[in-house]
Nanobody, 117 residues
Framework: QVQLVESGGGLVQAGGSLRLSCAAS???????????MAWYRQPPGKQRDSVAR???????TYADSVKGRFTISRDNAKWTVYLQMNDLKPDDTGVYYC????????WGQGTQVTVSS
C-alpha cells in the first residue's frame, strides 16, 4: 500500500504562485522511480479531473487549462513529486490530490488551494 502526503496548499491572490509537494512512502512495487505520478483537482461542486501527469521517463502531460502555467516534476531520490503553479486563477481553486499510478491507483488526502480574485 502506497501512502501519499500532500502539502503546500493555501490561499493566494490571482496571479500568484504555489508549489505543491507529495511525499510517497510504503510499498511502491518496482520503486518510486518506475511509477507514473499525477495531480488531480476537484473544484467545489464539480468532478475530480486530471491536472498533470509525469511518467517514469520524466515525460509530462497537462490539462489544456493549465498548460504554460503549471509544471509537474519529480525527485526520485526523495520519492517526491511536485506541482509548481504560476499565474494562478480563481478557476484553479479546489482540492488537489496526488496520485500514484500502479496496478491500482493510490490517492493522497488532498490539499486545498484557494485563489482569490
Amino acid at each position: 500500500q502506497v501512502q501519499l502526503v500532500e502539502s503546500g496548499g493555501g490561499l493566494v491572490q490571482a496571479g500568484g504562485s504555489l508549489r505543491l509537494s507529495c511525499a510517497a512512502s510504503g510499498g511502491v512495487f518496482g520503486g518510486f522511480g518506475n511509477s507514473d505520478m499525477a495531480w488531480y483537482r476537484q473544484p467545489p461542486g464539480k468532478q475530480r479531473d486530471s491536472v498533470a501527469r509525469i511518467d517514469r521517463f520524466g515525460t509530462t502531460t497537462y490539462a489544456d487549462s493549465v498548460k504554460g502555467r503549471f509544471t509537474i516534476s519529480r525527485d526520485n531520490a526523495k520519492w517526491t513529486v511536485y506541482l509548481q503553479m504560476n499565474d494562478l486563477k480563481p478557476d484553479d481553486t479546489g482540492v488537489y490530490y496526488c496520485v500514484h499510478i500502479g496496478s491500482t491507483w493510490s490517492w493522497g488526502q488532498g490539499t486545498q488551494v484557494t485563489v482569490s480574485s
